[in-house]
């Protein structure tokens, strides 16, 4: 008989101590800052905030050390040395570079982490009037072929002088990534990181529900959103063209470039989302998606093995519409246009 009450005290007491800790780490903690030339909100439950000092500076290095337009950064220095040697970089500059290249790969070259001569000539974050000649445009493709760069080891080369790596369109997706590893090695297993839309959820939220994530109306990008995700344990990705873009006599430009031409495209696409755990190739399929229109698209899927969730809002004869991955069906709701889940 003692020894039940001995056992059932000693069960007692691990409840409550598994109970304190889960209260301890019960607290909801959010921070806002700019960073990657977006705005950044992560919310992490934790027993401190400390974690989030961690994870803001580990997104302010990577910032540093990315950025084509940060003259200091790694990405400059590899830019700056083009044609003449090549550069020693931290380890995280090597991993994107060879994450964008895979990219390269799946999207037959639709991604391409060299377009940074086109993207210099757009100068799309500029506005103005401006636009690239045909001459200029030519010669900045030349300059775009993936035999420039070279990987050997912990150094990237840039075979010829002007040829610029453009991380741009992968770079959020892989910092998304490292933070989400950050603080899975800290325990924690509920949080939501928000770098400008591009978002990576860790685990579900303390009551046990799914997070909740809006997916911009590109018709209307600050109103209701088109669609709510209900998900856990991934990231969610969305690229369109209502943020970045310029306008000149009536015809807008957008920031996505045909890496053959150099030519701003437009197509059928409003935006493109990407579901998957994988932050990095979320990215840089929403951007190759979106430079490629539906159809296109959809036949590059076939060749892309990875099992991930995608959602395209696009126009047709009657309007938008949205287009959904089969996977995806009891995660979307409120879906605001008409809804298909035929990929």
């Known amino acids: ?103 390269y790969e799946l999207t037959g070259g639709v991604f391409n982490p060299l377009i940074g001569p086109v993207t210099r000539l757009w100068k799309i974050n500029q506005g103005g009037s401006f636009i690239p000649s045909p001459a200029s445009l030519d010669a900045a493709v030349k300059l775009s072929g993936i035999k420039n760069l070279e990987i050997d080891g912990e150094k990237i080369f840039l075979k010829k002088s002007g040829c610029v ?46 997070w909740n994530i809006g997916v911009r109306n590109p018709t209307s990008p600050y109103g209701e959103p088109a669609l709510v995700l209900s998900v856990h344990d991934t990231s969610v990705i969305t690229s369109g063209g209502y943020e970045r873009f310029k306008t000149v006599n009536g015809k807008k430009y957008t920031h996505f470039f045909d890496a053959k031409t150099g030519k701003s495209i437009t197509n059928d696409l409003l935006s493109v989302t990407v579901v998957t755990p994988d932050g990095s190739l979320a990215d840089g399929l929403a951007t190759a998606f979106m430079a490629s229109g ?49 990929i």
């Open 1 to 103: 008989m003692r020894k039940k009450i001995f056992f059932a005290l000693i069960l007692i007491l691990c409840g409550l101590v598994s109970l304190s800790l889960r209260s301890q780490a019960n607290e909801r903690y959010t921070r806002e800052g700019f960073s990657m030339n977006t705005l950044i909100r992560m919310s992490v439950y934790a027993k401190d905030e400390k974690i989030l000092d961690d994870a803001f500076n580990l997104l302010s290095r990577l910032d540093k050390e990315l950025s084509m337009y940060n003259l200091s950064s790694d990405i400059s220095k590899i830019n700056s040395m083009a044609g003449a040697e090549s550069v020693k970089v931290p380890s995280e500059v090597v991993d994107v570079v060879k994450n964008s290249l895979r990219v």
């Open 165 to 210: 790596l453009d991380l741009g369109g992968i770079a959020k997706g892989y910092a998304s990534d490292r933070i989400a590893a950050l603080l899975k090695e800290n325990k924690i297993s509920s949080a939501l990181i928000d770098l400008g839309g591009n978002i990576y959820v860790i685990g579900k939220k303390p009551d046990d529900s799914n």
């Open 294 to 342: 539906y159809e296109k698209s959809i036949a590059m899927l076939k060749n892309i093995p990875d099992e991930l969730g995608v959602i395209f809002i696009r126009y047709n004869e009657g309007g938008a519409e949205i287009s959904a991955s089969e996977n995806l069906r009891g995660v979307i709701s409120h879906a605001k246009y008409k809804m298909k889940f035929n």
